[in-house]
């Protein structure tokens, strides 16, 4: 499967500030999601990411407050924008597709931990 | 939005012992996963099973699949202590991505 990885693998930050967070993959992969886990948890998609076109979100989230830019098919980011201390959660990058695995199985990077003071 | 709910919430047994955790879903999909989480770090791929499959193995993991009960069923058999963490279950429907069940938290004692 793909090997992927996500920068920075966990921050601290200020309440207002924005975070950018950065997913790399070894290969080009057809689809890639974003998912957020909230403290305790489960994963909750905010959106997929599209090549060369705007991200698709999902209810309760909108492009304002999580800018996402795809331009090529191994690279994405997820921006958190005017960070409160609710946004504090692993943001997760996700892939499928191409040379990443069989299609239909969606691989997980190692997340991005968020702590918003 | 999460589609199902996982059965139970969290799950202690003794190493040696088979684990059964259980996931309901809501709609119709093209097939379900489980996942693996160990404290918070990346999710580790288990199992997919199709809409029209019942049954799937892979090593001591057996998932089964209720399309007309919308449930499916996560069997670890001689678990170990290495298997303490969370399993998630996720559904797909046609042209989307996963949607992700709340989890059991599994916890394996030796």
């Known amino acids: 499967s793909a090997v992927i990885s996500q920068k920075p693998s966990r921050d601290i930050c200020q309440r207002g500030t924005s975070l950018t967070i950065q997913c790399q993959v070894d290969?080009?992969?057809?689809?890639m999601f974003w998912y957020r886990q909230q403290p305790g948890q489960s994963l909750t998609l905010i959106a997929t990411?599209?090549?060369?076109?705007?991200?698709?979100?999902e209810s309760g989230f909108v492009i304002d407050k999580f800018p996402i830019s795809r331009p090529n098919l191994t690279f994405s980011t997820l921006t958190v924008s005017n960070m409160s201390p609710e946004d504090s959660s692993i943001y997760l990058c996700?892939?499928?597709?191409?040379?990443?695995?069989?299609?239909?199985?969606?691989?997980f990077g190692p997340g991005t931990r968020l702590t918003v003071l | 939005s999460q589609q199902g709910e996982e059965d139970p919430q969290a799950l202690s047994i003794q190493e040696g012992e088979n684990a059964t955790m259980n996931c309901s879903y809501k709609t119709s999909i093209n097939n379900l996963q489980w996942y693996r989480q160990n404290s918070g770090r990346g999710l580790v791929h288990l199992i997919l099973i199709r809409s029209n499959e019942r049954e799937k193995h892979s090593g001591r993991l057996r998932v089964t699949l209720d399309t007309s009960k919308k449930s499916s069923s996560l069997l670890i058999t001689a678990s170990r202590a290495a298997d303490t963490a969370s399993y998630f279950c996720?559904?797909?429907?046609?042209?989307?991505?996963?949607?992700f069940g709340k989890g059991t938290t599994l916890s394996v004692s030796s």
């Open positions: 996700s892939v499928e597709g191409g040379r990443a695995g069989p299609t239909d199985t969606q691989y």
């Open positions: 990411a599209n090549q060369g076109s705007e991200a698709t979100y």
């Open positions: 996720a559904t797909r429907q046609a042209g989307t991505a996963l949607i």
């Open positions: 290969s080009q992969v057809t689809m």
